[in-house]
């Protein structure tokens, strides 16, 4: 063996044999031989007609645990691994469950009959061991940090391994290698709130880095619409103004658009991506809306897939005993947890309030669950050495939605994303680049009663009564000259169609191609607009009258020159009002009507059109207040930090200062150029896919 390798074989094997390693291996599996001894004992106190043995039985039946798991496990990694998407959660889900049938099957004493009963006791188990390994971890992350580094480990020797060499150390990166970024994004929580919570000390990740000075924390603003989409768009593509709201019609091909619907978001993002992404340079995306031209795209909502056979961070997690099993208990629990501390709102008379029953109590315990995916699939991510990636976690943001965003369960949930960030912190010495990280959201949220609640019917109803045109109505005469128009298809949605996006609204009139002006609409609906402008719960009315304008209750504003008659209805908005509508005029499939709730002035509160305790879309209060958290001595380059265009800019720089961009300003305008070229050239049905800059057939259907 030559000297080189020789000293490499020794130096890997004092790391393997190494005092705090041997110590740490022998607890876990103390503490693995324990609970399976406590959970076996009780699980076959629990099954009828089993006859009792001694303890040395059961001792015995802990080694057949221990070594079908030694075998099995790997060979359903495999099997995971080999399955894919689906089938590794199908087999996730059942890893456990097997390895402790198959030892109760082989078990000598033959204690359980059958596989029936087997079956039972295996999966009774290792419910048990999830139970008693939370309870033991006192909700802590330890068990989860070291379950991803043992993944984190594998990857990076498996790497060596295929690159025909050894890691001398799996502890500091390669010398030379550009550092990485990783940008997290807490959905839905403002700046106003995460400040609050780091001064009361309960964000204690965010609050040290803080505190130490090694990360500033600075607001931006939103602008309209204040929503993931439309936020994602501009971060990951700086194309914000392709996404007028959450939902929106589209007049041309009589589509009503959803952006968090896979189908949806896969002919949405075509036409964001210009192969200038945020992630195009090898970045990863994992649980967004959209890619941002990332070379690999995990349970991102415009792929619409599940992590495929190459993503072992999904198969780990699915096949780990602290992986799916400790989630589905704990997702459980959250069931509970929400009965509970909904029951408590409503024997507090806590207002506003809302219904937190039905799909939420799904939707909770699937947002904890994803949370976990999606720190495993970073953990591996940056095993591998990302040189970018992009995660989005949501848990905050769904909670507050029915809870409200400052109420003591939504800070639940943002003080376990702040422990998430510590779990990120504890895996990077085990990553293959030393990664900056950088803490941002999407939007905040407002909270208050819903318009339905303030006001006895919902808006769609108010806007009926405002209409008062029967659906089946003969068509107005410039309603007729403007529906003829070669290729206008007839739509079979109501001719009056509101949309709602949080409190903002848009409002269609679904028989004509074009967005029309006030004009044809006081034509069409005289009294809609007066009737809606001066509605309590509806503050700002937009509609285009020789340009936009902002109709209120005593007064009008003209958004072109700022001209302002009576009282200007933006005053409760704040100082970003006119340009945040100006710019949301220009959108692609603006309503004919855009509608915001009202805005108490004393409370901030704002009515979401939607039955939402906490919401997001419009103007008014915190949910055009985003934060973004990073390294102190990093600058912002960017004046305002005014919409999630600008955030795209910024991070940008932030990449290319890394040596993470591949590609100069100039370059990419060339390439830019050349895909308009090809777009140009591109015969009807076929679009450019922008990320690829090739011609593909067209997704839309």
Same mark, same amino acid.
């Given at each position: 063996m030559p000297v080189p390798a020789a000293r490499n074989r020794r130096a890997e094997l004092r790391a393997l044999f190494a005092w705090p390693r041997v110590i740490d291996r022998a607890r876990a599996v103390f503490r693995s031989a324990l609970t399976t001894f406590v959970v076996l004992t009780f699980t076959l106190w629990l099954m009828p007609g089993v006859r009792s043995t001694d303890v040395v039985d059961t001792l015995g039946l802990v080694l057949l645990v221990a070594a079908v798991g030694a075998v099995?496990?790997?060979?359903?990694?495999?099997?995971?691994?080999?399955?894919?998407?689906?089938?590794a959660m199908l087999l996730g889900v059942t890893a456990q469950v097997i390895?402790?049938?198959?030892?109760?099957?082989?078990?000598?004493?033959?204690?359980?009959?059958?596989?029936?009963?087997?079956?039972? /006791?295996?999966?009774?188990a290792v419910v048990c061991a999830a139970i008693l390994d939370w309870m033991a971890?006192?909700?802590?992350?330890?068990?989860?940090?070291?379950?991803?580094?043992?993944?984190?480990?594998?990857?990076?020797?498996?790497?060596?391994?295929?690159?025909?060499?050894?890691?001398?150390?799996?502890?500091?990166?390669?010398?030379?290698?550009?550092?990485?970024?990783?940008?997290?994004?807490?959905?839905?929580?403002?700046?106003?709130?995460?400040?609050?919570?780091?001064?009361?000390?309960?964000?204690?990740?965010?609050?040290?880095?803080?505190?130490?000075?090694?990360?500033?924390?600075?607001?931006?603003?939103?602008?309209?619409?204040?929503t993931t989409p439309a936020a994602q768009a501009?971060?990951?593509?700086?194309?914000?103004?392709?996404?007028?709201?959450?939902?929106?019609?589209?007049?041309?091909?009589?589509?009503?658009?959803?952006?968090?619907?896979?189908?949806?978001?896969?002919?949405?993002?075509?036409?964001?991506?210009?192969?200038?992404?945020?992630?195009?340079?090898?970045?990863?995306?994992?649980?967004?809306?959209?890619?941002?031209?990332?070379?690999?795209?995990?349970?991102?909502?415009?792929?619409a897939a599940l992590p495929g056979r190459s993503a072992r961070g999904w198969a780990a997690f699915m096949a780990s005993p602290f992986g799916f099993t400790r989630a589905l208990v704990l997702g459980v629990g959250e069931v509970f947890t929400e009965l509970h501390q909904a029951r408590l709102q409503r024997r507090r008379n806590l207002q506003p309030r809302v219904s937190r029953s039905g799909a939420f109590l799904a939707l909770r315990p699937a947002s904890m669950l994803l949370r976990d995916v999606n720190v495993s699939l970073i953990a591996e991510q940056m095993a591998r050495g990302a040189p970018a990636v992009y995660c989005d976690l949501v848990d905050y943001d769904e909670v507050a939605h029915?809870?409200?965003?400052?109420?003591?369960?939504?800070?639940?949930?943002?003080?376990?994303?702040?422990?998430?960030?510590?779990?990120?912190?504890?895996?990077?010495?085990?990553?293959?680049?030393?990664?900056?990280?950088?803490?941002?959201?999407?939007?905040?949220?407002?909270?208050?009663?819903?318009?339905?609640?303030?006001?006895?019917?919902?808006?769609?109803?108010?806007?009926?009564?405002?209409?008062?045109?029967?659906?089946?109505?003969?068509?107005?005469?410039?309603?007729?000259?403007?529906?003829?128009?070669?290729?206008?298809?007839?739509?079979?949605?109501?001719?009056?169609?509101?949309?709602?996006?949080?409190?903002?609204?848009?409002?269609?009139?679904?028989?004509?191609?074009?967005?029309?002006d006030r004009a044809a609409i006081d034509q069409e609906y005289p009294q809609l607009i007066p009737g809606l402008a001066g509605h309590p719960g509806i503050g700002l009315v937009i509609v285009d009258d020789g340009g936009p304008v902002v109709i209120g209750a005593a007064g009008s504003h003209r958004l072109a020159d700022g001209t302002v008659q009576g009282v200007d209805p933006l005053l409760p908005y704040g100082p970003h009002a006119r340009e945040d509508l100006l710019r949301h005029q220009e959108a692609e499939h603006i309503g004919d009507?855009?509608?915001?709730?009202?805005?108490?002035?004393?409370?901030?509160?704002?009515?979401?059109?939607?039955?939402?305790?906490?919401?997001?879309?419009?103007?008014?209060?915190?949910?055009?207040?985003?934060?973004?958290?990073?390294?102190?001595?990093?600058?912002?380059?960017?004046?305002?930090?005014?919409?999630?265009? /600008?955030?795209?800019?910024?991070?940008?720089?932030?990449?290319?200062?890394?040596?993470?961009?591949?590609?100069?300003?100039?370059?990419?305008?060339?390439?830019?150029?050349?895909?308009?070229?090809?777009?140009?050239?591109?015969?009807?049905?076929?679009q450019r896919d922008g990320a690829a800059a090739r011609l593909s057939p067209s997704r839309d259907g």
């Open positions: 099995l496990r790997p060979l359903l990694l495999a099997g995971v691994v080999a399955l894919g998407g689906w089938g390895v402790m049938a198959v030892a109760l099957e082989l078990d000598p004493s033959k204690r359980l009959s059958g596989w029936p009963t087997v079956g039972v /006791a295996a999966l009774l971890d006192s909700g802590t992350e330890d068990t989860f940090v070291k379950e991803a580094r043992r993944l984190m480990r594998g990857i990076r020797r498996r790497q060596a391994r295929q690159n025909g060499g050894r890691l001398l150390t799996l502890r500091r990166p390669a010398p030379g290698t550009e550092p990485g970024l990783l940008i997290v994004q807490l959905d839905g929580v403002s700046e106003p709130v995460l400040r609050w919570a780091v001064r009361a000390g309960n964000l204690p990740t965010i609050g040290r880095w803080l505190r130490s000075g090694t990360h500033a924390m600075r607001g931006w603003h939103t602008g309209l619409p204040s501009g971060i990951l593509h700086g194309a914000s103004r392709q996404i007028p709201a959450f939902r929106w019609y589209e007049k041309a091909t009589g589509r009503l658009m959803v952006s968090n619907r896979p189908r949806d978001a896969a002919i949405i993002e075509p036409r964001l991506s210009d192969g200038r992404g945020l992630l195009r340079d090898g970045g990863v995306s994992i649980g967004n809306a959209f890619s941002g031209d990332a070379a690999i795209s995990l349970l991102t909502v415009s792929h029915h809870a409200g965003p400052a109420r003591p369960e939504s800070m639940r949930q943002l003080e376990s994303l702040d422990r998430m960030l510590g779990v990120i912190e504890r895996l990077e010495p085990e990553a293959a680049r030393e990664y900056q990280i950088v803490v941002l959201s999407d939007h905040g949220q407002s909270q208050g009663a819903t318009f339905r609640q303030r006001h006895g019917e919902t808006l769609e109803q108010t806007v009926a009564r405002f209409s008062a045109c029967p659906a089946d109505a003969p068509s107005t005469p410039a309603e007729s000259e403007a529906t003829a128009e070669p290729g206008f298809p007839p739509s079979p949605i109501a001719p009056l169609l509101v949309v709602s996006s949080g409190n903002l609204a848009l409002v269609y009139l679904t028989r004509y191609p074009r967005r029309v009507l855009v509608l915001i709730s009202s805005v108490d002035p004393v409370t901030d509160e704002v009515a979401a059109f939607e039955e939402l305790v906490g919401s997001h879309g419009g103007l008014g209060g915190w949910q055009t207040d985003a934060m973004l958290v990073h390294p102190a001595e990093w600058q912002i380059t960017q004046a305002d930090l005014v919409g999630p265009d /600008a955030v795209h800019r910024q991070l940008v720089e932030w990449l290319a200062m890394l040596g993470l961009r591949t590609r100069t300003a100039a370059q990419d305008e060339l390439v830019a150029g050349a895909a308009l070229e090809l777009a140009d050239l591109a015969p009807r049905g076929v």
